[in-house]
């Protein structure tokens, strides 16, 4: 008893104890669902057989229904153009910003941490703010467009089926262009100025010094944000059901919005379940490709 | 163009770029503000006449705002709690060894980070309708975002863990400090202000947290401010500037805090994530 209690104080049982717990607790509420979630999504389950484990076994039943389901193909078309039109958008306008905040002018550090903002806001506050300023008859969006000509009527952003999803990209973007921006100034700033500065002795312009050093350097910092921000858009919620919630006729639904529908809405918990397993197949392998960019770590 | 005039430059433009990504932000309050008729006025009007300012007491009332803001107090502070008390020792552990365990350990904890909280909810519903912890639906809550935010807050504050350099708590542990003793001593106030940091954010997606109250709680009176202003927001609603007196209430606490202690957060921010 008493090597157990200095084991606790003051040796391994210590160090066990505080990573055992965490990890017990992540376990317990993380990664049992996740087994269930798989688990579930190879069998029979309704409202009544909810709390069993023991259910009939349909085997890969869930998802032949699944993919027969006519909106399927669409959905899984709506969840590519998302994450390939937000990540896009997000990283290119944060790169443009960052760079332009990079020139460091006096007052540059403490406004481009004020664009942050959009970040921390609750998703649903930021849904709410867009939905109204793509508002068909009176968004403010439609307004400027109009005065710079770039439409000629009204667009309905939420309700217009080959728009709605348009209307939650632009919100995604808006949302986590700020965040592309500070975490790309972060790999800018670790860039050693003389190399710069040797590139212009040899006669580099700036267009030549943005492609052969900036690029390059800040290849990981790249690979991580891409692999982070496919990780964020893949788990955007709060902006579907704020803005179009998957309609109009489930023109601007996704994965992780219809698969929440089904288990909730609907009730057809296997198919929620065959969904989730699809979309964190994707989600692991993205994620083993950012811990592989972020393995090249210093100890400070 | 001297280098004086070439910041001022700098800075107009820089100004200019925040005015615009900022904009959604001002239309939000400054519609809340409006009437209802100027409100659907063409050509919008970019000031209001007559402010409103009594919208936001009377939104406040009528939405009954006291009780999902304290909800969403109540919601938020014990995730942090609960993800600060177990997350401050896992996040040390993980930042003072290095060897395979550890990188299992790291990579099973960014794991589960990046399940969408969208698809792990019926399981989590599953386990607490089983377990009974169901009938106190805010603690449900408490659990689940515990579970789904902790792995940021040990990737942040293993940072600054990674930060202390290890031979102040070697030097403590030569004089007669226990393990416990440098820890708590020694290393927990260095690290004290990425900790702080890390609270804060955690705080602020809890504030703001919507999938798990959403499907998990029921009763009304213990939803949290995102559940009601979802619920406020019908499909053909034209209440706009009251939605936008609610949201104005909801996040201006976020956005002072924020604001107020920005570039900590930034930094803190920037340590984690990347490296």
């Not at chain 1, 040796?11 to 317990?28: E, H, K, Q, W, Y």
């Not at chain 2, 003072?96 to 019926?122: C, E, H, K």
């Amino acid at each position: 008893m008493r090597r157990l209690y200095s084991s606790l104080v003051d040796g391994r049982g210590f160090d066990l104890c505080l990573i055992g717990i965490p990890l017990a607790f992540l376990i317990v509420l993380s990664g049992v669902p996740l087994v269930y979630n798989v688990v579930m999504s190879f069998q029979a389950v309704d409202m009544f057989s909810l709390g069993s484990f023991i259910r009939p076994w349909v085997g890969f039943d869930n998802y032949r229904q699944l993919i027969a389901q006519p909106e399927f193909w669409p959905i899984m078309g709506h969840t590519a153009t998302f994450l390939a039109a937000s990540i896009a958008g997000q990283f290119l306008l944060g790169f443009a910003l960052a760079l332009f905040f990079w020139l460091n002018f006096p007052g540059a550090s403490w406004l481009r941490g004020l664009f942050l903002v959009s970040w921390v806001m609750p998703g649903l506050v930021v849904g709410a703010v867009w939905n109204w300023l793509l508002s068909g008859d009176f968004g403010v969006f439609n307004f400027v467009l109009h005065q710079l000509h770039i439409i000629s009527g009204n667009v309905f952003w939420r309700s217009d089926p080959a728009f709605a999803l348009w209307s939650v990209i632009i919100a995604n973007i808006w949302l986590g262009t700020s965040f592309n921006m500070i975490m790309l100034s972060v790999g800018l700033s670790s860039i050693p100025a003389d190399l710069y500065e040797a590139a212009e002795l040899d006669g580099a312009g700036a267009l030549t010094r943005f492609w052969t050093i900036t690029l390059p350097m800040m290849r990981s910092s790249i690979g991580a944000l891409v692999s982070l921000g496919l990780i964020f858009t893949l788990q955007q919620f709060d902006l579907f059901a704020a803005i179009t919630a998957g309609g109009p006729n489930n023109s601007s639904n996704v994965a992780q919005y219809w698969a929440w529908d089904l288990s909730f809405k609907q009730y057809d918990f296997a198919k929620g379940a065959a969904i989730s397993v699809i979309m964190i197949v994707v989600v692991m392998l993205a994620s083993v490709y950012y811990v592989r960019s972020t393995r090249h770590e210093v100890r400070g | 163009m001297s280098e004086t005039t070439k910041n001022r430059l700098l800075l107009v433009f820089a100004l200019l770029l925040a005015a615009v990504y900022l904009f959604p932000l001002y239309w939000m309050y400054i519609t809340a503000l409006k009437t209802g008729s100027e409100m659907f006025a063409t050509p919008p009007s970019f000031w209001p006449d007559d402010p409103q300012w009594s919208i936001f007491p009377f939104v406040f009332q009528l939405k009954g705002m006291g009780q999902f803001l304290w909800n969403s107090t109540v919601i938020a502070t014990g995730s942090v709690a609960l993800i600060a008390v177990l997350g401050t020792g896992a996040s040390y552990v993980l930042a003072r060894y290095r060897n395979v365990w550890i990188d299992v350990g790291l990579f099973l904890v960014l794991m589960l980070q990046v399940l969408p909280a969208s698809l792990m909810i019926t399981p989590i519903f599953v386990l607490f309708t089983l377990t009974g912890i169901l009938d106190f639906p805010r603690t449900a809550v408490i659990l689940a975002i515990a579970a789904k935010s902790m792995p940021f807050f040990i990737v942040l504050v293993r940072a600054t863990f990674m930060s202390v350099p290890m031979e102040l708590e070697e030097a403590a542990l030569v004089d007669g400090n226990s393990r416990v003793g440098a820890f708590w001593s020694i290393v927990l106030p260095l690290a004290r202000n990425g900790i702080l940091v890390a609270a804060i954010l955690i705080f602020m997606q809890a504030f703001g947290e919507f999938v798990y109250s959403k499907s998990l709680i029921q009763e009304i009176e213990l939803q949290p401010s995102s559940v009601g202003l979802n619920a406020f927001m019908g499909p053909n609603t034209n209440e706009w500037n009251r939605i936008m007196a609610f949201a104005s209430i909801y996040v201006t606490p976020i956005l002072a805090t924020f604001v107020l202690l920005q570039r900590r957060i930034v930094s803190g921010l920037t340590s984690g994530a990347l490296k």
